[in-house]
């Protein structure tokens, strides 16, 4: 059996690191203005954009402080994506060199194609092999 061990400092600025900037990038793709819609005594932020004639609303998140400060942030972070791309990689292969293991190719697609769809930023989680 292979034990655990703990992350090294180093490797734990980095995914923190890492976790910010890909909360940042999850609200810079959204296209369209931040709307706040008010559902009974609860607040939900959308991205609301005109296609045609009807207007699309993308969900955000819950109205809490991070997601407001996040929203403020809105232009600057769509203005400093590609810095923020450079970065990530960066941090990722800072991430492999202390020991972390990636996931291999077939994996790594569907889990993109999940973050694609917006099922991490909705709240899905992942149970089982994967999820580690």
Do not use: C, H
């Not at 923190?16 to 369209?32: F, H, N, P, Q, Y």
């Not at 991070?66 to 972070?77: S, V």
């Not at 972390?100 to 909705?122: E, H, K, Q, V």
């Amino acid at each position: 059996m292979i034990g655990m061990t703990s992350l090294s400092s180093i490797a734990m600025s980095a995914y923190t690191d890492l976790v910010r900037l890909l909360k940042d990038d999850a609200l810079s793709g959204i296209e369209g203005a931040p709307t706040l819609k008010r559902r009974g005594d609860k607040a939900y932020w959308y991205a609301a954009r005109r296609v045609g004639s009807e207007m699309r609303f993308t969900y955000i998140g819950e109205d809490t402080a991070e997601t407001q400060a996040r929203i403020a942030q809105l232009e600057d972070l769509r203005k400093t994506a590609r810095e923020r791309q450079e970065t990530r990689s960066r941090l990722v292969r800072l991430l492999r060199a202390e020991g972390m293991t990636p996931t291999d190719r077939a994996t790594g697609s569907i889990l993109s194609a999940m973050a694609d769809a917006g099922t991490f930023r909705l709240g899905g989680t992942l149970v089982g092999t994967n999820a580690f």
